[in-house]
T-cell receptor, first 113, second 113 residues
Framework: DGGITQSPKYLFRKEGQNVTLSCEQN?????MYWYRQDPGQGLRLIYY???????QKGDIAEGYSVSREKKESFPLTVTSAQKNPTAFYLC????????????FGPGTRLTVT | GNSVTQMEGPVTLSEEAFLTINCTYT??????LFWYVQYPGEGLQLLLK?????DKGSNKGFEATYRKETTSFHLEKGSVQVSDSAVYFC????????????FGTGTRLTVIP
């Protein structure tokens, strides 16, 4: 089955630790995205990538980093510099170009204490 | 700039009631418009989309028409079911080719038997 996988589903970390969230897709999409979702709010874009070895900051990139070494993988690192890292993180992918919808993974809920 | 405004929830309806969730947008150019649905603890799923003015998107009994003159994309369903209980997000895609999505804050729908 084609789709997007995110792991793990739940992640717990101590404050001050970096943590990496995994995102893999087998849809052969060129573009991949990371969003953050907080309770009662819409999704906010963290980073996106339209091609391997290239990525762009979204609206809330501070305290996050990404890499895109392979077309199918787009891991997100939440660094200790992120002031409020506890959230639900969603990865998505799509074809590049106008009008294409994004396909979403199941999400990772990160809790930092 | 690009933005989406959704009616605030939560919305509670009885089974078989008529549903309308309002969505208006601000955008430069001619964006594509989407409705996504999110079930508890899951990622977003595309519900329907429309790519140009007067297009009607439809899926699973839900419909929305792209109204350029009123900059709206209201979601409707004639008879809701308990299984429709979820959070609904309206979104638009920019026309830069990066295909970034701009989301509304979401509307939580609860359908009671």
């Amino acid at each position: 089955d084609g789709g997007i996988t995110q792991s793990p589903k739940y992640l717990f970390r101590k404050e001050g630790q970096n943590v990496t969230l995994s995102c893999e897709q087998n849809l052969n999409h060129d573009a991949m995205y990371w969003y953050r979702q907080d309770p009662g709010q819409g999704l906010r874009l963290i980073y996106y990538s339209q091609i391997v070895n290239d990525f762009q900051k979204g609206d809330i990139a501070e305290g996050y980093s990404v890499s895109r070494e392979k077309k199918e993988s787009f891991p997100l690192t939440v660094t200790s510099a992120q002031k409020n890292p506890t959230a639900f993180y969603l990865c998505a992918s799509s074809w590049t170009g106008k009008s294409y919808e994004q396909y979403f993974g199941p999400g990772t809920r990160l809790t930092v204490t | 700039g690009n933005s989406v405004t959704q009616m605030e929830g939560p919305v509670t309806l009885s089974e078989e009631a008529f549903l309308t969730i309002n969505c208006t947008y601000t955008a430069t150019g001619y964006p594509s418009l989407f409705w996504y649905v999110q079930y508890p603890g899951e990622g977003l799923q595309l519900l329907l989309k429309a790519t140009k003015a007067d297009d009607k998107g439809s899926n699973k009994g839900f419909e929305a028409t792209y109204r350029k003159e009123t900059t709206s994309f209201h979601l409707e369903k004639g008879s809701v079911q308990v299984s429709d209980s979820a959070v609904y997000f309206c979104a638009l895609s920019d026309q830069t080719g990066a295909n970034n999505l701009f989301f509304g804050t979401g509307t939580r729908l609860t359908v009671i038997p």
